[in-house]
């Protein structure tokens, strides 16, 4: 693999390497002031917008609830629910009709700068005119809307936009449809409100230097715009994903859209009506031209920048190279015994840090090649003391073995049979020097010292062992069910003449539990802080340091009382077939 360090001389490669990085960092700087300046200021943008959005939202939901709240206030009016339900003859009814359009419904739609008509439909109209503001038409009409399958199934709804007959002539408006009900009748039928579009437009382009602007009904609909918008097809793929009441978002449109505008911002607004949203496009060439300029300017003097830098280069580099090549030279001067005292003391910066390390170096290598010959006569000795620690133990039960024959022709049973079982333990305990043994071989030996104590209680000791089938072969660390038992012999039985200790041996999940359990007096709650009584050199501290420290979490050793009376003590180990390694 190409390296230029390994191939040029390190202060070409550093000039080389300055230039490059140093455009590159230009490139960068201008691309990242870019895209944040870009995001500030559609950030910006956005929240000036939504703010406008806000407040026009308002405004439009005053309006709007207006309209809503004469629906509910006509469909509560005594006078115009009688004249829904009036059955008579045509005289009395055309009289109540005329009174309740010039005293009531007409000057309602008069005085309001939104509502452009009423439309009334009810059973048997007296007279149908579809150029008066007020219109009384007849059911049957219901039957040529498109609303009125979505008007049964709801008591209101708003409608899309649409045209209106009126006394003005045909209009764009919003409606507002209401299913009127009384106590008596519960279809008395429908009051349609038609919002003058026009009105609701002007209020959208108030600012008449802003973006545009489209209110969308909750079907994806466009019910009101400002200026030019999208294709329907375009914006039901911008706004069906708005989340939130307040957002904005950058978007692209396809190459085919109609919108002029393909790259744009868009801001959008929920919290006038639930469902419907107010949009504000914005072209994003508007937002960026500043960010533009910024990158440009940046581009400038980078360039600048790169040129006085590319002079400033060449000479640092020289110079930092010059202490590295020193340091290889006094590097190749050394050698182990040999002093070196040409290290230069001129340098108060990190190459003054450079040669006092490398000085503290070479001392810490001298101490450490006297420690290794230090540590070489140290290992002999041990070696040798290892030896004996090999040759001691054997003595031992070789010294047993003749003691057991004495006793048997001595006549002594009792003390042969001890000295026998103690040099099963021992043969065990020994185990060739391994750390870990089966099961099989930790039982023998807690049952050797069971016997023996079994030897000196009589009848008083009894004991169980139980372990599942197939457990016997799998390793454990010696030494370790034993002074468990040898606890609760000395401590749980102290000042009894019965005791019965129990050791079962069980698979659990991927592990091994050992549980010995006594019927003794129990374990003290402080047994941990005590200092623990030593037992042939093991104890039950020392089993479980061994036991966290050759397998740790979850496995380990527990100790508690159990109600009934007695001490039960829980080893819980990996299933191993294989030797581990040595304490």
């Known amino acids: 693999m190409f390296n230029p360090f390994r191939r040029y001389r390190i202060d070409y490669v550093l000039f080389i390497s300055f230039a490059v990085f140093i455009a590159l960092l230009v490139t960068v700087i201008s691309g990242v ?182 209110l969308i009904d909750g079907g994806g609909r466009l019910m009101l715009s400002t200026k030019q918008v999208p294709d329907p097809e375009e914006l039901e793929s911008l706004t069906d994903d708005l989340q939130g009441e307040l957002g904005h978002r950058h978007i692209r449109l396809s190459p085919s859209a109609a919108y002029d505008e393909k790259d744009i911002l868009m801001v959008w607004s929920k919290s006038f009506q639930e469902g419907w949203v107010l949009v504000e496009l914005t072209p994003w060439r508007d937002i960026t031209r500043g960010s533009i300029q910024l990158a440009k300017t940046l581009v400038i003097v980078g360039i600048a920048a790169l040129l006085v830098t590319l002079f400033i280069t060449l000479s640092l580099s020289r110079n930092f190279t010059a202490p590295i090549r020193q340091l290889v030279q006094l590097m190749g001067m050394y050698s182990v015994g040999r002093q070196v005292n040409d290290f230069p003391d001129t340098y108060r910066n990190e190459f003054g840090s450079l040669f006092g390390g490398y000085r503290k170096m070479i001392e810490r290598i001298e101490e450490l090649y006297v420690s290794l010959e230090r540590q070489h006569q140290a290992q002999k000795e041990a070696e040798i003391k290892a030896l004996q620690a090999m040759i001691n133990p054997h003595f031992l039960y070789n010294t047993l073995d003749q003691l057991n024959w004495m006793a048997i022709e001595a006549g002594q049973d009792r003390i042969s049979h001890v000295l026998e079982l103690m040099g099963r333990m021992f043969r065990i305990g020994l185990s060739g020097g391994e750390s870990f043994i089966p099961l099989y071989d930790e039982l023998k030996h807690t049952e050797c010292y069971l016997q023996i104590q079994q030897l000196k209680w009589g009848e008083g000791l009894t004991y169980r062992i139980e372990m599942d089938e197939g457990l016997g072969e799998l390793l454990i660390p010696k030494l370790t069910l034993q002074p468990f038992v040898e606890n609760a012999v000395i401590h749980g039985f102290h000042g009894r003449l019965t005791g019965e200790v129990t050791i079962s041996i069980t698979s659990v999940d991927e592990g091994i539990m050992c549980r010995i359990a006594d019927n003794g007096v129990g374990i003290p709650q402080d047994w941990n802080k005590r200092k623990k009584r030593k037992t042939g050199g093991y104890g039950i501290r020392n089993v479980i340091e061994r036991v966290e420290a050759y397998f740790g979490s979850p496995y380990g050793v527990e100790l508690r009382q159990i109600p009934e009376g007695g001490t039960e003590a829980l080893i819980y180990i990996p299933m191993k077939k294989q030797e581990l390694g040595g304490d």
């Open 33 to 214: 002031s870019y895209y944040i300046s870009a995001r500030d200021q559609a950030d910006s943008t956005s929240f000036y917008q939504q703010g406008m959005l806000g407040e026009l939202n308002k405004q439009l939901a005053l309006q709007l609830r207006a309209v809503e709240q004469t629906s509910l206030a006509l469909s509560q009016n005594s006078a115009f629910l009688s004249y829904l339900d009036l059955k008579g003859d045509y005289y009395t009814r055309n009289r109540a009709r005329i009174d309740l359009s010039q005293n009531y419904l007409s000057p309602l739609v008069n005085s309001s700068p939104f509502i452009l008509s009423m439309e009334v439909y009810m059973d048997e109209p007296t007279q149908v005119d579809p150029l008066s503001d007020v219109q009384f038409l007849p059911r049957d009409y219901l039957m040529g809307q498109s609303w009125y399958p979505s008007a049964q199934k709801s008591d209101f709804l708003w409608l899309g936009q649409r045209v209106a007959n009126s006394s003005q002539g045909p209009q764009q408006v919003l409606s507002f449809v209401r299913h009127i009900s009384s106590n008596a009748n519960p279809d008395l039928g429908y009051l349609v409100i038609n919002v003058k579009q026009k009105t609701l437009q002007t209020l959208l382009s108030e600012d008449k230097a802003s973006p545009s602007r489209m």
